[in-house]
């Protein structure tokens, strides 16, 4: 018996997932699979994972179907970094202008249509599920968010999570570990569980020497940046699903759900 864990390559999820990298050929009953946020919405979905650190989004588009650990997340406070809106005019002047979305979190895409339609009033033009050819804006995520700031092509830059947090005053939840049912049965419980216990460890122990964490981290997934940025980039960063969080999500849904992105608000329901 194994359980199957959606693993994403990017550095938010680093803390996740470093300390099982050191040994990952002596954990048996771990079996890794990577993949985008969206790769592993899809994977819940089909059942073909068991857990993953996905988009908060997922939870509430199949909410039977799942339960959430109530201990961790992805979170910030007052900026994220590897969320933005990348533009070449002020947002504010975006109605009607055309805005290229990424392909790799529903959760961010979500979070801009909310933010632009209920916080700013515009309508922009999106476009999705083609290549980016110059449009005016474009939602980036993760590295690729990242590597966009450094490189400096647009001219205007907005971090979705301090956006957030301008107009709710909470912080906003861009992943959250989310459980399907079945590894919920008697066989795979236990080991849910254990996973569950070492991954907090693995946080812990990430926070407590983020340079040599890094260094095993980045040796099996490279990126071009600065060391400095991506230490900036930790401080920024939180894992710690807090009250407060919850109700931000909760509210995240509300809005959702406001604007037709889900059928309704879930219940949040917790390993």
Known sequence: MKLNIGRIPFLVCAPFF?????KENNSPFFNFIDG???????????????????SSITYAQNPDQYVLSSTLCTSSRFEVQSVKLFS????????????????????????????????????????????YQLETARLLIGNEAL?????????????LESLWEEWQKVPFVF????????????????LLEEY??????????????????????????PVQLPSNTIFSYYDSLDYEFTEERKK??????????????IPSAPKLKFL
């Open 18 to 22: 470093y300390e099982f990298l050191k």
């Open 36 to 54: 985008s946020p969206q790769d592993h919405n899809r994977a819940l979905k089909n059942n073909t994972i068991d857990l993953s650190p996905a």
């Open 88 to 131: 070449q005019k002020p947002i504010e002047k975006l109605a009607n202008e055309s805005i290229h979305l990424t392909k790799q979190s529903a959760t961010s895409v979500a979070l801009l249509k909310i933010l632009l339609s209920q916080y700013y009033n515009i309508e922009p033009k999106y476009i999705e599920n083609t290549s």
């Open 147 to 159: 590597l966009e700031t450094h490189a400096g092509n647009f001219k205007y830059q907005y971090d």
């Open 175 to 190: 992943g959250a570990w989310i459980i399907h049912q079945n590894a919920l049965s008697v066989d795979k419980k236990p």
């Open 196 to 221: 569950l216990k070492k991954t907090e460890s693995s946080v812990a122990s990430f926070k407590a020497s983020p340079s040599s964490a890094l260094e095993i981290w980045l040796q099996k997934y």
């Open 248 to 261: 931000s999500l909760k509210l995240f849904y509300k809005l959702a759900a406001q604007n037709s992105i």
